[in-house]
């Protein structure tokens, strides 16, 4: 069974950073993805890495100011997210899938990300 545990979420005030985390029992050859989803929206794409590549990919509207990365000891992903916006304001995931395919298998729990501005 494939876990994965995020933590990190919270209230920051806008222009403050947060730093999320995601831990998982499945490391190599796997992309991990970090989703959003705020209330009346649907879920959407913010970053991803992969686990044994390091390549990233970001969303345009968090280029510049989130940073996805990767602890391989830990097998931990991790978003810092710098220069929050009120809109920045969601449910985060992370989720897990096998390198080249396009479906996400595994998702976490979820934690929420509040800025107030």
């Known amino acids: 069974q494939v876990q994965l545990v995020e933590s990190g979420g919270g209230l920051v005030q806008a222009g403050g950073s947060l730093r999320l985390s995601c831990v998982t029992s499945e490391w190599t050859f796997r992309d991990m993805g970090w989703f959003r989803q705020a209330p009346g929206k649907e879920r959407e794409f913010v970053a991803v890495i992969g686990t044994s590549t390091g390549t990233t990919a970001y969303a345009n509207s968090v280029q510049g100011r989130f940073i996805v990365s990767k602890d391989n000891a830990k097998k931990t992903v991790y978003l810092q997210m710098n220069s929050l916006k009120p809109e920045d304001t969601a449910v985060y995931y992370c989720?897990?899938?096998?390198?080249?395919?396009?479906?996400?298998?595994?998702w976490g729990q979820g934690t929420q990300v509040t800025v107030s501005s």
């Open positions: 989720a897990l899938r096998r390198r080249g395919t396009p479906e996400y298998e595994y």
